[in-house]
């Protein structure tokens, strides 16, 4: 029996599955992490110490789970991502790994380079504005930074392909995560635009393109030994770890739009025409010369434990309940949940949660509520520029936060959007296991294993009192703006960059 090993390495814990070809799990395992937080603004990861670490502890353990007869036909990793991993010829990360928008160090390398190179013609050419979810402002601050660093660089890598790499010794990027590397990715072309992307990169050379499921090489000997996966088995590019959801529940065609309810919030909807919109992120799909809009928040289930945490720690079961009992619209509370900046569709590294409304006699539950439904809000003004591009025909919804009895609730309220539920919800490392099945020809392109178990409707009665409050909140952080951005300048003045 051939199986599929899939595996994510995503922002609370690395996943991994294998799977058969009729997309049965056959096994499972999880191992939980945390990214570093050194510095406000930083977010890092250890890649060899925890990414590929962890990568070898799944496989050594799934491997040993293989049913008798049965043997891995292939392997695909996605992960966090954009992401920047400098190497060295050796592939030995020089610096902890600079996570994807929630590290918003290269504010002024985002201002210098759309200065230099102009912010029309990067929406033109990159098809997003540069933000702090763009890679080419991260190797920036680097080699400005950390100039020893940047020279000692053999090779850069994404979470996933810097797993490729040390699976199989290719270097390689797939084409959508490439199309985050803005400025050096031409997305209407699906190439790298050679003339940003080496004066951004110097002497680094470009990784070589490639699709998701494309096969990029075999598990070399070394990697054999750490990983338990035979020597010789296929691996297929993988990419970022929102976008293998997508694949996973079915998200292929256009107006296909996925919700990932995760510690942070992550949309993507396929389209058919290249359509740009300075508010979101414009990218090479999954497949191959297929485009997708893409969004994503900084904060979302980080915001409801975060919140946990403060509030006394009580159990999530007995918070959900004080939540319910409150009415939609918290009674008056409106909060912001830029707890970390934003990203879309704000772009703002120096936005912080507000809370307006407050009284004496709001509760817990009034927070936790109020907390989902800015969430939603936030949700709800990225849809409908989404729609400027194609109108939803579906959304689907996955992640962890589905487990909560009012955040999924609440969005649908609020959007005015059915959303439906899969039967599986695995994740991403589903959507690897499928990458690889196609890539080593074991299934047909189109095959799609996703059945959907159940829609979430939305409740009319709540969506006057939604539409409401939802103009309040959008007066709110134009309102705040300036008197945030001296607070965020009052956190920082104690913390010099290096």
């Keep these: 029996m051939d199986l599929l090993l899939g595996i994510d390495m995503g922002t609370g814990s690395t996943k991994g599955v294998l799977v058969d070809a009729e997309g049965s799990v056959i096994a499972s395992e999880t191992i939980a992490h945390a990214m570093s937080l050194p510095r406000p603004g930083w977010a890092e990861v250890d890649a060899e110490g925890l990414w590929w670490s962890e990568v070898c502890r799944i496989s050594t353990a799934l491997t ?4 008798d007869g049965a043997a891995v036909a292939g392997m695909c990793v996605s992960g966090v991502g954009p992401c920047l991993v400098l190497c060295d010829g050796d592939l030995r990360p020089l610096r902890p790994a600079i996570l994807y928008g929630v590290d918003t160090r290269a504010t002024d390398e985002i201002a210098s380079l759309t200065a230099e190179l102009g912010e029309q013609a990067i929406l033109e050419r990159a098809g997003t504005l540069l933000s702090s979810q763009a890679v080419g402002p991260k190797l920036e601050w680097v080699r400005r930074h950390e100039p020893e660093v940047f020279e000692r660089a053999a090779g850069w890598y994404g979470s996933n392909s810097y797993i490729a790499a040390k699976l199989t010794g290719e270097y390689v990027m797939d084409h959508h995560t490439a199309s985050q590397c803005d400025p050096m990715y031409a997305t209407r072309e699906f190439a790298w635009n050679d003339e940003w992307a080496r004066r951004i990169c110097g002497h680094l050379p470009l990784p070589r393109l490639v699709w998701p499921s494309d096969v990029v090489g075999r598990v070399t000997p070394a990697a054999a030994e750490a990983t338990g ?3 010789g088995t296929p691996v297929a590019a993988g990419t970022v770890d929102a976008y293998s959801e997508a694949f996973s529940v ?35 799909g999954v497949e191959p010369d297929t485009l997708a809009l ?47 900046g934003e990203r879309t569709p704000v772009f703002d590294p120096q936005a912080r949660g507000v809370v307006a409304g407050l009284t004496l006699r709001h509760s817990r539950g009034h927070l936790f509520r109020a907390a989902y439904e800015g969430i939603s809000f936030g949700i ?13 025909a579906r959304t689907v919804a996955v992640g962890g936060g589905l487990r909560s009895p009012v955040w999924a609730q609440t969005l649908s309220d609020i959007t005015g959007r059915p959303q439906q539920v899969p039967e599986q919800a695995i994740g991403a490392s589903y959507g690897d296991a499928l990458l690889a099945a196609i890539g080593i020809g074991l299934v047909p392109p189109s095959t799609d294993w996703a059945r959907i178990a159940r829609e979430i409707e939305p409740d009319p009665a709540n969506r006057a009192r939604y539409d409401d409050l939802y103009g309040t909140w959008l007066e709110l952080y134009p309102a705040t703006r300036e008197q945030v951005h001296r607070l965020a300048a009052t956190e920082r003045r104690d913390q010099p960059i290096v």
């Design 294 to 340: 893409a969004a994503g928040t900084s904060t979302a289930g980080s915001l409801i434990g975060w919140l946990q945490n403060i509030t006394g720690g009580a159990s999530f079961d007995d918070l959900m309940a004080e939540a319910r009992s409150v009415p939609p619209g918290s009674d008056g509370l409106l909060m912001l949940p830029y707890l970390a």
């Design 229 to 231: 996966v035979p020597a």
């Design 64 to 67: 040993a789970q293989l049913p």
């Design 380 to 392: 709800r003004q990225i849809l409908e520029k989404f729609d400027d591009a194609h109108s939803a």
């Design 250 to 284: 079915g998200v292929r065609r256009p107006g296909d739009q996925m919700l990932m309810y995760g510690s942070t919030m992550f949309l993507v909807q396929v389209i058919d025409t290249y359509h740009s919109d300075p508010a979101l992120w414009t990218t090479a």
